[in-house]
C-alpha cells in the first residue's frame, strides 16, 4: 500500500522588515522611481539594499514634519 503525499508547495513570505525596492512600491501603490528617489534623499535602507517597511514609514512622515507638511 502506497501513501500519498498531499505536500504542497510553500509560498514565499513577503517579509516587512526586508522588502525590495520594487516589492515596497508595489506594497505601497507607488512608482518604484518614487521609492528610489527617497532612497537617494535619505529613506533608510539595510546593507543589502533592503527596506523595513516600518523604518520607512517612520522616516517618511519625520520628513513631512520637516519639510512642513
Do not use: F
Not at 522588502?19 to 521609492?35: D, N, P
Amino acid at each position: 500500500m502506497t501513501e500519498s503525499n498531499d505536500v504542497k508547495p510553500v509560498k514565499p513570505q513577503l517579509n516587512p522588515a526586508a522588502l525590495t525596492v520594487e516589492m515596497a512600491a508595489k506594497m505601497l501603490g507607488i512608482q518604484v522611481q518614487i521609492v528610489q528617489k527617497h532612497i537617494s534623499e535619505g529613506a533608510p535602507v539595510a546593507a543589502d539594499g533592503t527596506i523595513n517597511l516600518i523604518n520607512y514609514a517612520a522616516w517618511l512622515i519625520n520628513s513631512r514634519k520637516c519639510n512642513g507638511n
